[in-house]
């Protein structure tokens, strides 16, 4: 009898609720059904809403129906912090303090998809703690220049690479009810004249290389949101570019998200309705210098799109377009059942973020002086030299710049590694402290005294861990503008040399996001190439260091000895940075290893054939793109390939760790046309890779895949892609340059 009453009474409140509940709301009822109950509730104006800003980062809901508002966030390598309401200032908030993970660089060199995971999980946790719907990142614009000043916020110079990292970024993020907003939209791959450059660029360079990872992020990631970016592609400017958003994005990859404009991308109604863009953010409505008062009813998707919808003039099913996207987002996010409560600055993250920086940390050049084992050098005196042994990198860069609860500097991480040992520190170099010094305001005679004082010391020492590199500073990695040069600055590279004359122990270890030249690479028994590495900096370093950690992390970037050697730096200005506003990508698909790849004659045909303006011969990389070291070796096999029915080709190839330590090894896979192709072809293309983890003396088994779409080309003449049949090689790869074995195979 009870039991009945019981079931009862339940069934009696399920038809209560359900009488009372709107459909909307009713979490169990498909996404779409409510995504219209809620549309054909809302007044005009409440769409129009939701549509633009209503504060610097969040977007409006509906109160009055109980949908929630959207709180976005940059974004990537952690939460940024509350700003205010409507200005770039800091909201001085003191509950968010955050963990700063590692440069999306640095995950990219980790090589690691199940980083990304782990990465993708942390971050997301600690948005879903700071009550943000919308994390704002990650980017995968392409290295395209070692100039640019955001790449350290991207992933590297190959499409397959990004990818393949993005897609379980984003899937992490977004099983816990926080949406990534995809960045930036594309061509942004330089931040000179950002807000008005306009690319041209092949169709096939934009298909196979610019647009991949974000075509990748679209479909197997299902990213819920995008930004797009400022420049512009058809001389349209990208947050509204018809042919990109709608054409591309929307109908032929359809993408049913919502794109987000980059902060102030916007720049006209008509394109900003028509275009492809759904939520307007970041718009200084007065000729983009200040705002006024009611900023956010002056935006463009604000009080001129409504007055065009109440006169007619634009059709109510053009703002239900885009109202449905932004539903879609908040159902999804704000308004998930499934939302994480999340935590922040937990241990658990604090560990994500140190084995991420491990993994990601490459070792370039080591004469048997790594790994410094804290037993072996005890007692002896070692000198710590260089600005970034104590800057906090998780400061300046532009917007991904984080606020941190508390950070592990290298030195103190030394200090601690070593405690047997007198650790020193001299600074060697200034920087200038605030975001805006520049190089040529800094005093000389002060770095002189800095650099004298550091080779004095360095000349008592037994051992010099070098520790310089970029930094966060305009002109170096830093939004808004790109990097002064291709050198070091602050005298670094006399420094190192000058230091490299009194002791021979001598470690280098530099930070940065981009490649940059060593002129002292010869005089240095020992390189350590770390991007940013966030909180976790110090202890992350200080393991490599110590050999507790085994480096595994491989180049996502091709370290040239030249700024001229990239090939996008051999048309002049009109290929880098531009010129009239408009920038010509004339290195077409020959951009990154592929460019390096070329022999030496087809290099010299193509820049002819271009009308390059530099023809001098192109030098031989420092480090080739997926290069990376390891204190024990690895021996491959002989590969074998067999097809694997519909799907395409397994190579299988043998690896063995020959050393003394457990270690590491990503192994790669690239492929090429064996013989001549009708189209120009890169020689080889990475399409798989995989990280093995081996003990000293283990061999396993490596598989890795091949589909046929990864024979693929865009055909400019059909707009679509093409494989040809033919003969093909796959190279099994320790880098791009490092060939352990090629077997041939037929479509
Ligand atoms: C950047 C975006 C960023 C936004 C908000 C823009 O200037 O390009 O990447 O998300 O500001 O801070």
């Known amino acids: 009898m009870k039991r009945f009453v019981s079931f009862f009474l339940t069934v009696l409140t399920a038809l209560n609720l359900n009488a009372q509940t709107p459909k909307y709301l009713d979490n169990n009822a498909p996404m779409e059904e409510r995504i219209e109950d809620a549309l054909s509730r809302m007044t ?74 782990l990465y993708g999980n942390a971050i997301s946790e600690e948005f879903a703690f700071r009550g943000k719907d919308v994390l704002l990142g990650p980017g995968v614009n392409m290295a395209r220049t070692p100039l640019n000043g955001r790449a350290f916020e991207y992933m590297g110079e190959d499409p397959v690479l990004a990818s393949e990292m993005v897609v379980p970024y984003i899937q992490h993020v977004q099983q816990n009810g926080v949406a990534c907003c995809l960045k930036h939209f594309v061509l942004n791959d330089q931040e000179t004249d950002r807000f008005r450059v306009n690319v041209n660029v092949s169709e096939r360079a934009l298909r196979e290389i610019y647009l991949r990872p974000f075509e990748m992020a679209v479909k197997k990631a299902k990213t819920w949101s995008m930004m797009g970016s400022y420049n512009l592609w058809q001389n349209v400017h990208c947050c509204h570019n018809d042919a990109l958003l709608n054409g591309i994005l929307k109908k032929e990859w359809g993408w049913d998200g919502a794109l987000v404009s980059d902060w102030g991308g916007t720049t006209n109604t008509q394109e900003a309705i028509y275009g492809g863009l759904d939520i307007e953010m970041g718009t200084y409505t007065d000729g983009k210098l200040r705002e006024s008062e009611f900023t956010y009813d002056d935006y463009y998707l604000a009080k001129p799109f409504e007055q065009l919808v109440k006169d007619g003039k634009v059709p109510m099913s053009v703002l239900d377009e885009k109202v449905r996207r932004v539903l879609r987002l908040i159902f999804r996010t704000a308004m998930n059942p499934k939302k994480v409560i999340g935590n922040q600055c937990s241990e658990a993250h604090y560990e994500v973020c140190r084995q991420i920086g491990e993994e990601g940390i490459v070792l370039l050049k080591n004469e048997k002086l790594l790994p410094l084992e804290p037993a072996a050098v005890q007692g002896k005196r070692i000198l710590v030299v260089g600005e970034n042994a104590t800057r906090s990198l998780t400061q300046g860069g532009g ?19 070593y405690a ?132 595994s992390g491989k180049l996502p970037v091709t370290f040239a000895q030249r700024l001229e050697d990239y090939s996008s730096m051999r048309f002049g200005a009109e290929g880098y940075p531009g010129t009239n506003k408009q920038v010509h990508y004339k290195e077409g698909i020959f951009m990154g290893y592929r460019w390096f790849d070329l022999p030496k004659a087809a290099q010299q045909n193509f820049l002819k054939s271009e009308h390059a303006q530099d023809l001098t ?119 791009s340059t490092d060939v352990r074995g090629v077997v041939s195979f037929k479509y």
């Open 617 to 735: 011969a192109v030098g031989q990389p420092l480090f080739p793109f997926g290069f990376g070291l390891s204190y024990t070796t690895f021996r491959y096999g002989k590969p074998t390939i067999s097809a694997t029915g519909d799907y395409g080709w397994t190579v299988t190839v043998d690896v063995t760790n020959t050393g003394q330590r457990a270690g590491k090894e990503v192994v790669q896979l690239y492929v090429g046309r064996k013989d001549k192709s009708g189209v120009a072809r890169p020689v080889k293309e990475l399409k798989y890779f995989t990280k093995v983890s081996l003990q000293p003396g283990n061999t396993k088994q490596v598989n890795l895949f091949i589909r046929r779409d990864d024979l693929s080309y865009w055909d400019e003449k059909t707009h679509g892609w093409n494989i040809e049949p033919g003969t093909y090689n796959a190279y099994v790869c320790a880098s």
């Open 420 to 551: 047997g040992c007198t650790v020193m520190h001299a600074q060697g170099y200034v920087s200038g402290r605030a975001v805006y010094d520049r190089v040529d305001r800094i005093n000389a005679d002060e770095n002189k005294r800095l650099h004298d004082e550091a080779v004095r010391m360095a000349r008592e020492a037994d051992f010099v861990i070098y520790v310089g590199g970029l930094n966060k500073n305009h002109g170096q990695d830093c939004e808004n503008g790109d990097r002064e040069g291709y050198n070091l600055s602050f005298g670094q590279n006399e420094l190192i040399a000058d230091l490299a004359a009194v002791q021979k122990n001598i470690v280098v270890v530099t930070f940065g996001g981009n490649p940059y030249a060593m002129p002292w690479l010869r005089k240095v028994p020992a390189l350590l190439h770390c991007w940013y590495l966030g909180s976790e900096a110090g202890s992350a370093l200080a393991g490599v260091l110590s050999g507790k950690v085994n480096p």
């Open 399 to 417: 917007s991904s710049e984080l606020k941190t609860l508390r950070d592990i500097s290298p030195l103190e991480a030394i200090q601690q590694m």
């Open 44 to 117: 005009l104006h409440e769409k129009i809403s939701m549509l633009h800003a209503q504060s610097k980062f969040t977007s409006a809901g509906v109160p009055r129906l109980g949908i929630r508002q959207l709180n976005m966030d940059d974004g990537p390598h952690g939460c940024r912090e509350e700003l205010e309401w409507n200005t770039w200032s800091p909201a001085k908030w003191t509950n968010d303090y955050v963990v700063a993970f590692p440069s999306l660089t640095c995950l990219a060199a980790t090589w690691n998809p199940d980083m990304s995971a």
